[in-house]
């Protein structure tokens, strides 16, 4: 009888496992076609292994640990993996959450998917050219958007503003 329930509990565990795999959003690289498309191989020899991890694979970076975070020059954060334009210094805000913060990306730069991991609902960012995953965006950010877009330090790069001439 012991065994059983055993038997019994690890089937509906191994379907409910099974289910959330299921409602779990695909990634974005398998949704669209994307300006930049490169095989595993390639990706894995240009981005640094963290960097593979999350904008092929949808990881994240640990809260607090990314140099970004404290960036202030003016200037804009581009994707990791093509380079793409995404957000302007302008819309950077400091949210408290451990990841850089923006209110606002740049036009045609990032593109949003469903994601459905962890037993919740959230709004995936990636990036408009390659698909690289980004971050995702919430709507608890300040005016005039009210959105929060969360992106791991380590998907995007900083390039500053080339100081004017006068």
Known sequence: MFDRRILLTSVAGLFSFAGFRWLRATPAEAAEKFEIEKTDAEWRAQLTPQQYE?????GTERPWSSPLLKEHRKGIFACAGCDLPLFSSDTKFESGTGWPS?????????G??????????????HCRRCGGHLGHVFDDG???TGLRYCMDGL??????ATPSAT
């Open 54 to 58: 999350i904008l092929r694979k949808e």
């Open 102 to 110: 923006f209110y606002q990306p740049l036009e045609n730069a990032v």
């Open 112 to 125: 949003t998917t469903s994601d459905r991991s962890f037993g919740m609902v959230r709004t995936e960012v």
């Open 142 to 144: 300040p005016k005039p």
């Open 155 to 160: 998907a995007l790069v900083f390039h500053p």
